[in-house]
Protein backbone atom coordinates (compact mmCIF):
# COMPACT_ATOMS: atom_id res chain seq x y z
CA UNK A 1 0.00 0.00 0.00
CA UNK A 2 3.04 2.45 0.85
CA UNK A 3 6.33 2.66 -0.66
CA UNK A 4 8.71 1.93 1.09
CA UNK A 5 11.30 5.11 2.18
CA UNK A 6 14.50 4.77 0.22
CA UNK A 7 17.81 6.23 2.38
CA UNK A 8 20.25 7.12 0.59
CA UNK A 9 24.10 7.10 1.93
CA UNK A 10 26.86 9.59 0.96
CA UNK A 11 29.93 11.66 2.11
CA UNK A 12 29.49 14.87 3.16
CA UNK A 13 31.38 17.73 4.43
CA UNK A 14 28.94 20.37 6.07
CA UNK A 15 29.60 23.89 6.92
CA UNK A 16 28.34 26.14 9.56
CA UNK A 17 29.25 29.28 10.91
CA UNK A 18 31.54 27.60 13.52
CA UNK A 19 32.24 24.57 12.80
CA UNK A 20 32.73 21.71 9.59
CA UNK A 21 30.90 18.61 9.99
CA UNK A 22 32.31 16.08 8.36
CA UNK A 23 30.29 12.33 8.29
CA UNK A 24 28.04 9.72 6.53
CA UNK A 25 24.15 11.56 5.54
CA UNK A 26 21.76 9.03 5.42
CA UNK A 27 19.00 11.24 2.97
CA UNK A 28 15.10 9.92 2.84
CA UNK A 29 15.63 9.87 -0.75
CA UNK A 30 17.44 12.12 -3.13
CA UNK A 31 19.77 14.78 -1.37
CA UNK A 32 18.28 17.66 -2.83
CA UNK A 33 15.49 16.90 -2.80
CA UNK A 34 15.71 15.61 1.16
CA UNK A 35 17.32 19.11 2.47
CA UNK A 36 14.66 20.77 0.96
CA UNK A 37 11.86 18.86 2.97
CA UNK A 38 10.55 21.50 5.37
CA UNK A 39 9.11 18.40 7.47
CA UNK A 40 12.46 17.96 8.39
CA UNK A 41 14.49 20.42 10.21
CA UNK A 42 17.48 18.67 10.80
CA UNK A 43 19.63 15.92 9.71
CA UNK A 44 21.87 13.67 11.16
CA UNK A 45 25.64 13.06 10.31
CA UNK A 46 27.00 9.68 11.41
CA UNK A 47 30.73 9.14 11.89
CA UNK A 48 31.25 12.29 12.02
CA UNK A 49 34.67 14.96 12.57
CA UNK A 50 33.64 17.98 13.95
CA UNK A 51 36.25 20.60 13.16
CA UNK A 52 36.51 23.91 15.03
CA UNK A 53 36.62 26.82 12.40
CA UNK A 54 38.54 29.26 14.84
CA UNK A 55 41.86 29.46 14.16
CA UNK A 56 43.07 29.79 18.31
CA UNK A 57 41.05 26.62 18.84
CA UNK A 58 41.87 24.35 22.04
CA UNK A 59 40.56 21.51 20.27
CA UNK A 60 41.33 20.46 16.63
CA UNK A 61 38.62 18.11 15.86
CA UNK A 62 36.45 15.85 17.75
CA UNK A 63 35.07 12.27 16.69
CA UNK A 64 31.15 11.82 17.12
CA UNK A 65 29.01 8.89 16.04
CA UNK A 66 26.02 10.86 14.97
CA UNK A 67 25.76 14.88 14.86
CA UNK A 68 21.98 16.22 14.27
CA UNK A 69 22.59 19.38 12.28
CA UNK A 70 19.85 21.79 12.23
CA UNK A 71 19.22 23.00 8.55
CA UNK A 72 18.45 26.30 8.98
CA UNK A 73 22.40 26.52 10.76
CA UNK A 74 24.03 24.87 7.39
CA UNK A 75 26.07 27.31 5.22
CA UNK A 76 26.83 24.78 2.36
CA UNK A 77 26.80 20.91 2.23
CA UNK A 78 29.25 19.31 0.03
CA UNK A 79 28.80 16.32 -1.61
CA UNK A 80 31.88 14.48 -1.67
CA UNK A 81 31.21 11.07 -3.50
CA UNK A 82 31.73 10.91 -7.51
CA UNK A 83 28.15 10.62 -9.12
CA UNK A 84 25.67 12.27 -7.01
CA UNK A 85 25.85 15.27 -9.15
CA UNK A 86 24.62 13.31 -12.03
CA UNK A 87 21.47 11.82 -9.97
CA UNK A 88 20.53 15.35 -8.52
CA UNK A 89 17.73 17.10 -10.05
CA UNK A 90 19.26 19.81 -11.37
CA UNK A 91 18.31 21.86 -14.94
CA UNK A 92 20.18 21.71 -17.67
CA UNK A 93 21.41 25.13 -18.45
CA UNK A 94 24.74 25.97 -16.44
CA UNK A 95 25.92 29.49 -15.39
CA UNK A 96 29.45 30.15 -13.61
CA UNK A 97 29.21 32.26 -10.34
CA UNK A 98 30.74 33.01 -7.22
CA UNK A 99 28.31 33.18 -4.22
CA UNK A 100 29.54 35.12 -1.19
CA UNK A 101 28.09 33.72 2.31
CA UNK A 102 29.52 35.12 5.60
CA UNK A 103 33.23 33.95 5.50
CA UNK A 104 32.88 31.91 2.63
CA UNK A 105 33.16 32.30 -1.15
CA UNK A 106 31.73 29.83 -3.52
CA UNK A 107 32.55 29.32 -6.72
CA UNK A 108 30.98 27.18 -9.47
CA UNK A 109 28.76 26.61 -11.79
CA UNK A 110 24.90 26.91 -10.96
CA UNK A 111 21.95 25.16 -12.82
CA UNK A 112 19.34 27.50 -13.59
CA UNK A 113 16.86 28.36 -16.67
CA UNK A 114 18.74 29.27 -19.29
CA UNK A 115 16.76 32.52 -19.80
CA UNK A 116 16.69 33.40 -16.04
CA UNK A 117 18.40 36.71 -15.80
CA UNK A 118 21.80 37.00 -13.38
CA UNK A 119 20.05 39.65 -10.94
CA UNK A 120 17.14 36.49 -10.11
CA UNK A 121 19.00 33.06 -10.32
CA UNK A 122 17.95 31.63 -7.25
CA UNK A 123 15.07 29.95 -6.62
CA UNK A 124 12.90 31.57 -3.69
CA UNK A 125 10.73 28.76 -3.82
CA UNK A 126 13.66 26.38 -2.25
CA UNK A 127 15.75 26.55 0.98
CA UNK A 128 19.05 24.51 -0.91
CA UNK A 129 20.12 24.90 -4.30
CA UNK A 130 22.74 22.99 -5.94
CA UNK A 131 26.02 23.91 -7.88
CA UNK A 132 28.36 21.65 -9.68
CA UNK A 133 32.40 21.54 -10.30
CA UNK A 134 32.36 23.83 -7.04
CA UNK A 135 34.74 24.98 -4.85
CA UNK A 136 34.76 26.76 -1.05
CA UNK A 137 36.98 29.29 -0.63
CA UNK A 138 37.68 31.03 3.10
CA UNK A 139 37.61 34.74 3.46
CA UNK A 140 39.30 35.35 6.56
CA UNK A 141 41.44 32.42 8.20
CA UNK A 142 40.58 29.06 9.55
CA UNK A 143 41.26 26.29 11.66
CA UNK A 144 40.09 23.86 9.07
CA UNK A 145 39.82 24.04 5.16
CA UNK A 146 36.80 22.77 3.17
CA UNK A 147 37.33 20.80 0.58
CA UNK A 148 37.92 22.41 -3.19
CA UNK A 149 37.12 20.91 -6.31
CA UNK A 150 33.71 18.97 -5.09
CA UNK A 151 31.25 17.47 -7.23
CA UNK A 152 27.95 19.12 -5.49
CA UNK A 153 27.43 22.06 -3.07
CA UNK A 154 24.26 22.44 -1.94
CA UNK A 155 23.88 26.04 -0.83
CA UNK A 156 21.36 27.68 1.82
CA UNK A 157 20.04 30.20 0.31
CA UNK A 158 19.60 32.31 3.32
CA UNK A 159 22.94 32.12 3.69
CA UNK A 160 24.08 34.43 0.79
CA UNK A 161 24.52 37.66 1.37
CA UNK A 162 25.40 38.24 -2.40
CA UNK A 163 26.59 36.43 -5.42
CA UNK A 164 28.36 37.69 -9.11
CA UNK A 165 27.15 35.90 -12.34
CA UNK A 166 30.52 35.36 -14.11
CA UNK A 167 30.49 35.93 -18.12
CA UNK A 168 33.45 33.73 -20.61
Given at each position: MFAEIQFTSVTVETVLADYIIRGLMHSRGEILNFLNDRNYPSFSLHDCEVHPLAVNRKVEMIRQDVVTIQKSKVVLVSVLDQGVGEKAQLTVSK?????????FAIHGQIHVPADAPDED???????????????????????????AGVPLILINRMTVEAYSAIHS
Open positions: RRVTFYCGQIIDETRDFFGMTEGSVYPLMPVGTEPY
